[in-house]
């Protein structure tokens, strides 16, 4: 089974900041990496697939990148509504893994 | 618009039994793959199952392995995942999750893009 690590697990920053959340793998995979953001109470949302594509209809200030083991999001300037959980999940193989999660909070 | 919507969640005792179904709208069903995801309270997403299109290909996490089983009726549009000998462990909230389909994929390598709002399956005696 492939882990997958995320860091760190909560984040506070100001609105404006750039912020990075990691998510590493614990073996290479091809690309199939996504992003999802989840608020309290509601259901996961995409933000990201293919590791870099950003899903229709999310701000453009969400961005992707990395592959093989170390995948990352930026947010280039922390909004109040990014608030929330943040996971990562491969989709590169059976049993599809998720980061344990990461929780943005304004500071 | 694609619509999920879960239902079938409730309390049940330990080594008890519970069915859950999800109505799916807005999109073509019988042509997408299908899974489940869960939640346990104040936890991380796991993955607890796959059923492909025509239900040709179903996967399991091992912790649900032998347990739950997954299917679909493409005619009613609607996904079920019988669980039974429910445990403690298994207190969660239970997505139904859609996976794009290719070419926005590979055959094998498909995200979820669209998430039910949940039902919640607690299992406490």
């Known amino acids: 089974d492939i882990q997958m690590t995320q860091s760190p697990s909560t984040l506070s920053a100001s609105v404006g900041d750039r912020v990075t959340i990691t998510c590493r793998a614990s073996?290479?995979?091809?690309?199939?990496l996504a992003w999802y953001q989840q608020k309290p109470g509601k259901a996961p949302k995409l933000l990201i697939y293919k590791a870099s594509s950003l899903e229709s209809g999310v701000p453009s200030r969400f961005s992707g990148s990395g592959s093989e083991t170390e995948f990352t999001l930026t947010i280039t300037s922390l909004q109040p509504d990014d608030v929330g959980t943040y996971y990562c999940q491969q989709y590169d193989s059976y049993p599809r893994t998720f980061g344990q999660g990461t929780k943005v909070e304004i500071k | 618009e694609v619509q999920l919507v879960e239902s079938g969640g409730g309390l049940v005792k330990p080594g008890g039994s519970l069915r859950l179904s999800c109505a799916a709208s807005g999109f073509s069903f019988s042509t997408y793959s299908m899974n489940w995801v869960r939640q346990a309270p104040g936890k991380g997403l796991e993955w607890v199952s796959y059923?492909?299109?025509?239900?040709?290909?179903?996967y399991y996490a091992d912790s649900v392995k032998g347990r739950f089983t997954i299917s679909r009726d493409n005619a009613k549009n609607s996904l079920y995942l019988q669980m039974n000998s429910l445990r403690a462990e298994d207190t969660a909230v239970y997505y139904c999750?859609?996976?794009?389909?290719?070419?926005?994929?590979?055959?094998?390598?498909?995200?979820?893009?669209?998430w039910g709002q949940g039902t919640l399956v607690t299992v406490s005696s």
């Open positions: 999750v859609r996976e794009v389909s290719p070419p926005y994929c590979s055959s094998t390598s498909c995200y979820i893009d669209y």
């Open positions: 059923i492909s299109s025509s239900s040709s290909y179903i």
């Open positions: 073996q290479s995979f091809t690309n199939w």
